[in-house]
């Protein structure tokens, strides 16, 4: 069954480093997205990608996150400068049609710790 | 800003007990998602609902539009069944979560 898949599945750094988070969907879905969830809290909307554009972004999405569909296959969530308290585990997830439409597939997510 | 609240925030039942675990938010939405978050952390979409009900398998998802509230039922439920339960909606400003229910089935 096709699954959605995120590298790496654990990351460490040091505060104010770049780090980019990877994801490769599942092959056929159109719509992307980024979800976080800071331990023990509730999951928390980052932004939606649709034709190589943004669709949609929360308050949380600021000038130091950005996406990008590098090619026909990953798709990327990039922190320049990481902060305390970007740790969280980070959840990518696409589905075939947008989100009122069709269910999403999340995939396992990366566990960033930011020291 | 939507909200969502969530009711029980954790649940112990026995084996083969009738689960519902509820959602109601405070404005309109477009949709309504329910995902299971194992304990590992993985997240797995159960229903998107935008009305009326749906089934799968032992699970069940109901919506109200007019008293916006939502339910999720567990027929027969199972130890696999244990993990938080996460309802989310869409809405006017985006997607809100709920901060899950915590269901623990004992056997």
């Not at chain 1, 800071?38 to 999405?61: A, C, P, R, T, W």
Request: glycine letters at 8%; aromatic letters at 10%.
């Amino acid at each position: 069954e096709p699954e959605v898949t995120q590298t790496p599945s654990h990351q460490v750094t040091q505060m104010g480093q770049e780090v980019i988070l990877r994801c490769v969907p599942i092959s056929n879905h159109l719509y992307f997205y980024w979800y976080r969830q800071i331990l023990g809290q509730k999951v928390e909307f980052l932004v939606s990608f649709y034709n190589n554009e943004i669709s949609e972004k929360s308050e949380i999405f600021d000038d130091q996150f950005s996406v990008e569909r590098p090619d026909g296959s990953n798709f990327t969530l990039k922190i320049r400068s990481t902060k305390l308290e970007d740790s969280a585990m980070y959840f990518c997830a696409s589905s075939e049609a947008g989100y009122t439409e069709e269910t999403q597939y999340f995939g396992p997510g990366t566990r960033l710790l930011v020291l | 800003k939507n909200e969502v609240e969530q009711s029980p925030q954790n649940l112990t039942a026995q084996e083969g007990e009738f689960i519902t675990i509820n959602c109601s938010y405070s404005v309109g939405i477009s949709a309504l998602h329910w995902l299971q978050q194992h304990p590992g952390g993985g997240i797995v979409s159960l229903f998107m609902l935008s009305s009326g009900k749906k089934k799968h398998g032992r699970l069940i998802a109901t919506i109200n539009i007019q008293e916006k509230h939502s339910s999720l039922h567990i027929t027969a439920s199972h130890p696999r069944d244990s993990a938080v339960y996460i309802c989310a909606v869409r809405g006017a400003d985006g997607l809100t979560f709920g901060k899950g229910t915590h269901l623990i089935i004992q056997p």
